[in-house]
Nanobody, 127 residues
Framework: QVHLVESGGGSVHAGESLKLSCAMS????????IGWLRQAPGQKREVVSS????????YYSGSVKGRFTIARDNAKNMMYLHMNNLKPEDTAVYYC????????????????????WGQGTQVTVSS
């Protein structure tokens, strides 16, 4: 049974950093694309960052590129999101997710590609 659990969310001020972690179980991590998605109140869920299973190709949304870094540790079944220089517009519930189907470089940024989700962790950034 696929199980994803996020941790590391919290409340910070603009310019500060947070590190999110995702513990994954029930599947072989190295075979699937994994990613971080977020949803702010009244907004659609968006892919923040993802990383492929095969060659480590990464995707970042334009709003976080250069500030966020995704990492995976297949041996520990863990995924991380290092978030630097946080902005109030980064406030959202952050979810880790995995895609059990084939995900291409062109589709890594599509939320519908990800079919297993964690329960989410809140990130709040105040100005």
């Amino acid at each position: 049974q696929v199980h994803l659990v996020e941790s590391g969310g919290g409340s910070v001020h603009a310019g500060e950093s947070l590190k999110l972690s995702c513990a994954m179980s029930g599947f072989r991590l190295e075979y699937y694309a994994i990613g971080w998605l977020r949803q702010a109140p009244g907004q659609k869920r968006e892919v923040v960052s993802s990383i492929s299973a095969t060659d480590g190709t990464t995707y970042y949304s334009g709003s976080v590129k250069g500030r966020f870094t995704i990492a995976r540790d297949n041996a520990k079944n863990m995924m991380y999101l290092h978030m630097n220089n946080l902005k109030p517009e980064d406030t959202a519930v952050y979810y880790c997710a995995t895609a059990t189907g084939e995900v291409t470089q062109e589709t890594m940024g599509f939320p519908d590609e990800y079919d297993y989700w964690g329960q989410g962790t809140q990130v709040t950034v105040s100005s």
